[in-house]
């Protein structure tokens, strides 16, 4: 599961037939009709082998999937920043947005430093992050939550990746939640700049 912060929806200028990859998205014809580019996904998506699309920046992945139908957005390529469940925990914290973690009988909780383990018999019980957040804030507005985070923030020591027999806990790097979070300034700058709330979910 993933956080994904990104300028607020606004209705498309029409529809691509894409693999994903933002160049080939941009490269596509358009289609008025969302329904127009999910038939000429499926007709392409039917062929036994497919060249990579004009722009596709993994020609040697992407053929081996399926197209789809994409929003074009007004503003062409939207911007946006991705955070694992487990990382986005501390950023939201940074940014004093709410989020709820862990689901209603208890079973998950946030992962947090320190790595809290919970042996039972021969096995251990690894907390897995669930973060239910979603939430919109004028570009200015959350440009200063931003800074005032970036100013408050400790320089982050990361965080060693973790091996329990088969099942990796990926850390972070040194001075990873300042890396992510001028990300995120360069995302909030974006909307500014073309009149958009930033919305996370």
Same mark, same amino acid.
């Given at each position: 599961?993933? #956080? *994904?912060?990104t300028?607020?929806?606004?209705?498309?200028?029409?529809?691509a %037939?894409?693999?994903?990859?933002?160049?080939?998205?941009?490269r596509?014809? &358009?289609?008025?009709? $969302?329904?127009?580019?999910?038939?000429a996904a499926?007709?392409?998506?039917? %062929?036994s *082998?497919?060249?990579p699309?004009?722009?596709?920046?993994?020609?040697?992945?992407? @053929?081996? $999937?399926?197209?789809?139908?994409?929003?074009?957005?007004p503003?062409g390529?939207?911007?946006?920043?991705e955070f694992?469940?487990d990382?986005? %925990?501390?950023?939201?914290?940074?940014l004093?947005?709410?989020?709820r *973690?862990?689901?209603?009988?208890?079973?998950c909780?946030?992962?947090?430093?320190?790595? @809290?383990?919970?042996?039972?018999?021969a096995?251990?019980?690894?907390? #897995?992050a669930?973060?239910?957040t979603?939430?919109?804030?004028?570009?200015?507005d959350?440009?200063g939550?931003?800074?005032?985070?970036?100013?408050?923030?400790?320089g982050?020591?990361?965080?060693?990746?973790?091996?329990l027999?088969?099942?990796?806990?990926?850390?972070r790097?040194?001075? $990873?939640?300042?890396?992510?979070?001028?990300?995120? $300034? %360069?995302?909030?700058?974006?909307c500014?700049?073309?009149? &958009?709330?930033?919305?996370?979910?």
């Amino acid at each position: 599961m993933t #956080i *994904t912060f990104t300028a607020a929806h606004r209705p498309p200028v029409g529809h691509a %037939v894409s693999c994903g990859c933002p160049g080939a998205t941009v490269r596509a014809p &358009r289609y008025g009709d $969302y329904q127009d580019a999910l038939a000429a996904a499926a007709l392409a998506s039917a %062929v036994s *082998t497919r060249a990579p699309l004009p722009g596709c920046e993994l020609p040697e992945v992407c @053929p081996e $999937y399926p197209l789809h139908a994409e929003e074009v957005d007004p503003d062409g390529v939207v911007p946006w920043v991705e955070f694992s469940n487990d990382n986005a %925990v501390g950023v939201l914290e940074a940014l004093a947005l709410p989020f709820r *973690t862990g689901s209603e009988d208890g079973a998950c909780d946030a992962l947090e430093d320190g790595l @809290p383990l919970e042996a039972v018999g021969a096995g251990a019980v690894i907390p #897995i992050a669930v973060v239910d957040t979603q939430g919109e804030l004028a570009a200015d507005d959350f440009r200063g939550r931003v800074l005032t985070a970036l100013g408050l923030a400790p320089g982050d020591p990361g965080r060693p990746d973790v091996q329990l027999g088969r099942t990796m806990l990926f850390g972070r790097s040194a001075g $990873y939640l300042q890396r992510r979070l001028r990300e995120l $300034y %360069v995302l909030a700058d974006w909307c500014a700049a073309h009149g &958009r709330d930033v919305a996370w979910h």
